[in-house]
């Protein structure tokens, strides 16, 4: 499988486009919720890949696979990609296939005490 973006950002239907949530102190995730399609039929999951340079995070879609996603929200940890740093100076981008680079918003969330 390609690790190159093979989906632009704006050929996707998103309820909630994606961004970087920021839980606690060094809990980051990349957030997003597909859309479904104008028929009502769940769109198809997207196989998201990420990259680093020196000095930016990338995410991108690299293909569609034949898996519906029933319009629920993905988290996927940044720890997990090794990019948790980049988050922390708002330096995480989605990655277009024309080269095109879209920054992330991070969106902080607070937990709730009782």
Do not use: C
């Not at 093979?6 to 990349?30: C, M, N, S, T, W």
């Not at 028929?39 to 990338?58: I, N, S, W």
């Amino acid at each position: 499988m390609s690790s190159r973006p093979g989906v632009a950002l704006q050929d996707v239907l998103f309820e909630e486009g994606p961004h970087i949530v920021q839980r606690g102190e060094e809990d980051y995730y990349l957030r997003y919720r597909l859309a479904t399609g104008p028929d009502e039929r769940p769109a198809l999951r997207m196989v998201v890949g990420a990259r680093k340079t020196k000095d930016k995070a990338f995410y991108f879609f690299i293909a569609p696979i034949s898996q519906p996603e029933r319009g629920n929200t993905i988290e996927r940890p940044l720890a997990s990609d090794g990019v948790t740093e980049f988050a922390q100076h708002s330096a995480v981008y989605w990655l277009n296939p024309d080269g095109s680079e879209i920054p992330l918003e991070v969106r902080r969330e607070f937990e709730h005490t009782e």
